[in-house]
Structures are given as C-alpha cells and as structure tokens.
C-alpha cells in the first residue's frame, strides 16, 4: 500500500521569502513517481512538479523545486521568491510503476499556504 | 491546447437521483481518471479507463460507475444519490496508462451538492 503524509496543514510565508511544503510517503514499490499539485480556491489541480525514484537529481521547475531524500522517503516542494497567486492548497502525490497501480495518484491530505504581503 | 473540461460545473441533486458527469479530456489523451474530493475524506481515486476499458478501480460501492468513449471522452455516473456523495469530482487525463512518469492533468471539477 502506498501512503502520502503532510503534516503542515498550513503555511504562511511573507511575500518574496521561500517556504518549504513537507512530504513524506510510504511504499514498498522499487519503482514510483512523486507529484505536487496546486489546488486555488477555484478547485482546478495544477500540475507543479515531478520526480521519479530513480532520478539522481532533485526536480525544478522554474520557482519550484523538489527536496528528494529517497532513504527518508521524503519530497519536500521547495517555493522560492513567494507570490501573492501562490496561496493555495498543495498535494503531494505518488504512483506505483506497475500495471497494478495503472494512473492511480495517491495524495496527502495537503497543505494550505498563504502568502502575507 | 485545450484542457481537461468537465460539464457540468455545479449540481444540485436530492437524495435518491442520479447524476451523471462528463469529462474531456485533452486532445491526444486516452487515459482518464476520476477522483472524489470531500473535506472528510480528501482526495480518493474513483476509477481509470484507458482505450475504453476500465483499468483501475477504487474503494467505492457499485453505486459509482463509468465509461469511456471512443473519443476518450468519459462519464462518470452516481445512481441512488445519498448527501455523503457530495463532494467535487475531478477528472484528470494521461497520454497512457503505463505506470510511468505521465503526468494527469485536472480538469476543473464538477461540484455536486446532494440535498
């Protein structure tokens, strides 16, 4: 079974500081994907950010970026230079590498971030 | 490229009804995934099709079902409605359903309200 954990339910973050959403998972899977979704109040899932378990180096994506420490089973979202757009809520997310799990995201129970000006 | 749409945005049902919700997925995608989103609960997968077919299946009563079309456009339907199945239901797209690293991008919800 495969088990997301974020234990901030929520943030604040001053305007143009960085912030760090914590994530922790749980899988007997050798192989698994990690993802971090934006969720605004409008309810859309925005994709963020990826990274695979057998990728060396930590994922980035313009302003985010992704802590991965594989034998702590942790992937921090990394926000730098905070924005008023984004306070939102953030999952963090996993999928097993096999037919088994198909597309099935599995998703922590999030974290709501506000960025104060 | 157009996004994932969902019809209809908002719904207001009676326990008891039907609903049923429909998902287009981005063009080029076949595989479509739903999931159930409430404050209780949180986000919890419903099911996966892929070319038609259902691949996936979450932990939900045979109330909830689906299907997908040719097109790999989807509908998702809830018969014998009670409140508990309030929530906002997501839809979400893949190019494949491989396990590998395809992304699914949402779509921006169905919000259903069962009175």
């Known amino acids: 079974a495969q088990k997301i954990t974020q234990t901030q339910p929520g943030m604040f973050v001053q305007e143009k500081e960085a912030v760090t959403l914590d994530c922790t998972y749980d899988?007997?899977?050798?192989?698994?994907?990690l993802f971090w979704y934006k969720q605004p109040s409008s309810g859309e899932m925005i994709f963020l950010i990826y990274?695979?378990?057998?990728?060396?180096q930590n994922a980035t994506e313009g302003r985010y970026s992704l802590n991965f420490q594989k034998a702590r089973k942790s992937a921090n979202l990394v926000i730098s230079a905070s924005q008023l757009g984004d306070s939102a809520m953030y999952f963090c997310a996993m999928r097993g590498f096999s037919m088994e799990y198909g597309n099935k995201l599995v998703f922590g129970a999030g974290t709501i971030l506000r960025v104060k000006s | 490229k157009a996004g994932v749409t969902q019809t209809p945005r908002y719904l207001i049902k009676t326990r008891g009804q039907q609903v049923t919700l429909s998902c287009s997925p981005i063009?080029?995608?076949?595989?479509v995934s739903w999931y159930q989103q409430t404050p209780g609960q949180g986000l919890q997968f419903l099911f996966e099709?892929?070319?038609?077919?259902?691949?996936n299946k979450g932990n939900f009563p045979g109330r909830f079902s689906g299907r997908q079309f040719s097109n790999s456009r989807s509908e998702m339907n809830v018969s014998t409605l009670e409140l508990g199945d309030s929530a906002l239901y997501l839809c979400?797209?893949?190019?494949?359903?491989?396990?590998?690293?395809?992304?699914?991008?949402f779509g921006p919800g169905t919000r259903l309200t069962v009175l």
């Open positions: 990274q695979g378990s057998y990728d060396e």
């Open positions: 099709y892929f070319s038609e077919t259902q691949r």
């Open positions: 979400a797209s893949s190019l494949e359903s491989r396990g590998d690293t395809d992304t699914q991008y």
């Open positions: 899988t007997s899977d050798q192989s698994y994907g």
């Open positions: 063009s080029g995608h076949r595989s």
